[in-house]
């Protein structure tokens, strides 16, 4: 199977400094499958048109395309309705739609919880509105040694101030994979509305919003094998419906008037102006994709690439892996004594490796780990035993360097 999914991601056949290219860097974003590149090529050059407004046949086409890409995001994550599912240019701009709908439930003296895992993404948004509001304030939910999130800690800071509960599903640094579903019983309980940022998670496991019980879940295409600048927003359909636009102008309106304008029902009202309808159209192709290869097949490569990894890791001298986490995901942070991160990813990078180095838009998580940064990296289904092997030779080459 590994052989029939590398060759949809042509990239990964690349040398880099004379040497095969060995892509672990999937975290900040995976190489883009074939297939969807093509699906989106094929609307540029044959389908091209705008949306929801035109009097022709391509229109109408492009139309249909957008809508069932819609629906089929609708059956990735399992949603009750396509009208659950915002498009959005990524992550960071579904949680700044939810951040900034949610105000009106934000009183003074009301808190929002967030967790020490969390993405800039996941942090600045909620900073700002508590900027724009009388004595609103963030808490953060506490990790323990091994990067876990402390449900005790949660359990004990909830108290009925809060009122949004706002937590990654899989950490971009630890891999920790969180227990979602537990974490929005605890949520739902205390009524709590929750907000779920699965960059990371969407790629790495089954989704079923609905069995989860969120009230919101953000993801980004680029993530998945999908091309940048689409993402997604979903929302039970009542609390969409509830929220303001997020901003103004064509597609979302239902009357303008001289002096004030009404709008449509969600999604639409969270989709002004013309919207990325190629964009659409390639992620619903690279979920589809994802499905056909199956979460099972997925999680049995990444859990053999991981072990591997691990085993081999741990055996290097002054090598430092961050976080030993119940569930962890495709994602590895390290560090080796007196090396720099950076240091380490230059050197690996003049071997042909690409993975990440720095703070990973965590400062908050590398403050508590006591790091300015790490070396990060993360593997995905076009990675092999190769890869692996590639990287902890060219690794040990770096550990004899420094």
């Not at 950076?342 to 908050?364: N, V, Y």
Request: proline share 3%; with cysteine.
């Amino acid at each position: 199977m590994i052989e029939s999914i590398k060759s949809n991601f042509p990239q990964s056949t690349l040398e880099i400094e004379g040497n095969r290219l060995v892509y672990l860097d999937s975290a900040a974003t995976t190489l883009k499958a074939k297939s969807v590149i093509d699906r989106l090529s094929k609307f540029y050059l044959y389908e091209s048109a705008n949306v929801h407004r035109g009097a022709h046949v391509l229109s109408d086409r492009a139309t249909s395309l957008y809508e069932q890409s819609r629906t089929d995001v609708k059956n990735f994550i399992n949603a009750n309705s396509p009208n659950e599912i915002v498009f959005t240019r990524g992550t960071t701009e579904a949680i700044n739609i939810v951040a900034r709908g949610l105000k009106s439930v934000l009183t003074k003296g009301s808190k929002i919880l967030l967790t020490e895992l969390e993405h800039h993404s996941n942090i600045v948004p909620w900073q700002i509105i508590c900027q724009e509001l009388d004595d609103v304030k963030i808490e953060y939910v506490k990790i323990d040694k091994n990067g876990d999130l402390n449900l005790e800690d949660l359990k004990e800071k909830i108290c009925e101030k809060t009122k949004i509960l706002s937590f990654t599903a899989c950490s971009n640094v630890l891999g920790t994979i969180n227990p979602v579903k537990k974490i929005c019983a605890i949520a739902k309980q205390n009524n709590i509305i929750t907000v779920v940022d699965a960059a990371q998670w969407v790629a790495a496991r089954p989704t079923d919003v609905q069995d989860l019980d969120c009230d919101y879940l953000a993801f980004s295409g680029h993530k998945i094998f999908a091309p940048f600048g689409i993402g997604v927003l979903y929302g039970k359909y009542e609390l969409l419906n509830s929220m303001p636009p997020y901003q103004g102008g064509g597609s979302m309106i239902n009357h303008v008037d001289h002096n004030k304008s009404t709008y449509l029902e969600a999604p639409f009202r969270f989709e002004a102006g013309t919207p990325n309808v190629g964009g659409a159209i390639a992620l619903a192709e690279a979920l589809n994709y994802v499905k056909s290869i199956g979460f099972n097949n997925i999680l049995d490569l990444e859990s053999k690439l991981m072990t591997k990894t691990l085993d081999q890791l741990l055996n290097i001298e002054g090598l430092k892996v961050f976080g030993a986490p119940n569930e962890r995901s495709n994602i590895i942070s390290f560090s080796i004594d007196g090396a720099h991160h950076s240091d380490i990813g230059t050197l690996l990078d003049k071997q042909g490796i690409a993975i990440r180095t720095g703070h990973h838009c965590c400062q908050l998580l590398m403050k508590k780990l006591n790091v300015t940064g790490t070396a990060r990296i993360a593997f995905s289904i076009y990675n092999d035993e190769f890869d692996i092997d590639a990287f902890i030779k060219a690794l040990n080459k770096v550990r004899e360097f420094i």
